[in-house]
């Protein structure tokens, strides 16, 4: 089991710019989530999708879209990339209480 | 919506001492607590968790109470080894399948040797 898989691992983006960071679970997980993390601020909700077709807002939506795919992928997109969304973005999954995370993807908008 | 506030910001103790991460929340339908452990480039990996049905859990080294009326919950760490130095997490649901967690600021733990 590859557990949560993220793709890419580091990108650079312009200001403006788009990109779609991708997320996928074999573990049958029903929920999958997408975080940010900054410093001294803990992780914060982006989206979540608690099942197959279905996504909702979390505590920071502003500025990202998702797509669940089918129950294995979950993508997040940055249709005009800020630098406040310079950040460390993870991936999670769960079917009842722990939530699996990915390895994170570093993002950094110049 | 929920707050969870989480102290100390950072702690650094002797190897062989005892950690305690202290965390409150706002949320009194919150009933799901769970503890996540960070090492430095790393993905968080829970350590422990709590159900509002019980006031406390252990596993080895690691506890966790929760106390309901005040709306706060705690981790203790006895006997701290150096692998124990990460940045802890802690975070509370009122879904009872996990979701939307909300989580603290994190603290970081220093054991020093």
């Known amino acids: 089991n590859a557990g949560v898989t993220q793709t890419p691992k580091f990108q650079v983006l312009k200001t403006g710019q788009s990109m779609t960071l991708q997320c996928a679970q074999d573990m049958n997980h029903n929920s999958m989530y997408w975080y940010r993390q900054d410093p001294g601020m803990g992780l914060r909700l982006i989206y979540y999708?608690?099942?197959?077709?279905?996504?909702d807002k979390g505590e920071v939506p502003n500025g990202y879209n998702v797509s669940r795919l089918n129950k294995r992928e979950f993508s997040l997109r940055l249709e005009s990339a800020a630098p406040s969304q310079t950040s460390v973005y993870f991936c999670?999954?769960?079917?009842?209480?722990?939530?699996?995370f990915g390895p994170g993807t570093r993002l950094t908008v110049t | 919506g929920e707050n969870v506030e989480q102290h100390p910001s950072t702690l650094s103790v002797q190897e062989g001492d005892s950690a305690v991460i202290k965390c409150t929340y706002s949320?009194?339908?919150?009933?799901?607590f769970p503890w996540y452990k960070q090492e430095l480039g790393k993905r968080p990996q829970l350590i422990i968790d709590i159900r509002s049905n019980v006031g406390e859990k252990k596993d080895q080294r690691i506890a966790v109470t929760l106390n309901k009326t005040a709306k706060h919950f705690s981790l203790h760490i006895t006997e701290t080894q150096p692998e124990d130095s990460a940045v802890y997490f802690c975070a509370a649901s009122g879904d009872g399948y996990g979701n939307k967690l909300v989580f603290g600021a994190g603290t970081i733990l220093r054991v020093k040797s």
């Open positions: 999708s608690a099942s197959e077709g279905t996504t």
């Open positions: 949320d009194s339908a919150s009933n799901y």
């Open positions: 999670a999954s769960d079917n009842t209480y722990e939530q699996y």
